[in-house]
């Protein structure tokens, strides 16, 4: 018998408890529709995430560039929060992404405003450390 199937198994049976040690009352039933409940698989979560960095570019590739940002889509990586700003660059479409949390900010902060033409900087902090934000 499978792990699963041991859990499965357990869920089912009338008389099983909790962790905290507390009887379960949850019908059957009610156990079932948990179940059937349409949870999101893991897979199509990750290639969400994915599909927002395909065909998208780093910010840091284009610093000291003039962009025009049109519009933009936060995402949660696996590394924290991120955008991916929809920019054109001389013309050209492009998709660029960054977890620089200044540049994050500050578009949040004139998102009434779009499109804006900016340049992505790299400037270093009062403690020594390197970070991306918009002039």
């Known amino acids: ?15 099983s408890q909790v962790k905290e040690g507390t009887k379960d009352n949850t019908s059957k039933d009610e ?3 948990y179940k059937e409940v349409d949870i999101t ?7 969400e995430t994915e599909r927002k960095f395909n065909n998208s570019e780093s910010l840091a590739d284009h610093l000291d560039q003039w962009i025009v940002i049109n519009g933009y889509e936060m995402g949660q990586g696996a590394y924290g929060p991120f955008i991916v700003l929809n920019v054109s660059v001389d013309g050209i479409d492009k998709r660029l992404h960054t977890s620089a949390k ?6 949040l902060k004139i998102k009434d ?3 804006v033409k900016t340049k992505p900087i790299k400037k ?3 403690s020594g ?7």
């Open 31 to 33: 156990k079932k529709s």
């Open 124 to 126: 270093i902090g009062k």
């Open 102 to 107: 200044p540049v994050r900010e500050q578009v």
């Open 1 to 15: 018998m499978t792990e699963i199937n041991k859990i499965e198994k357990e869920i089912d049976n009338k008389d």
């Open 41 to 47: 698989d893991f897979i199509d979560a990750y290639n």
């Open 129 to 135: 450390k390197t970070y991306y934000t918009l002039s």
């Open 113 to 115: 405003h779009l499109p």
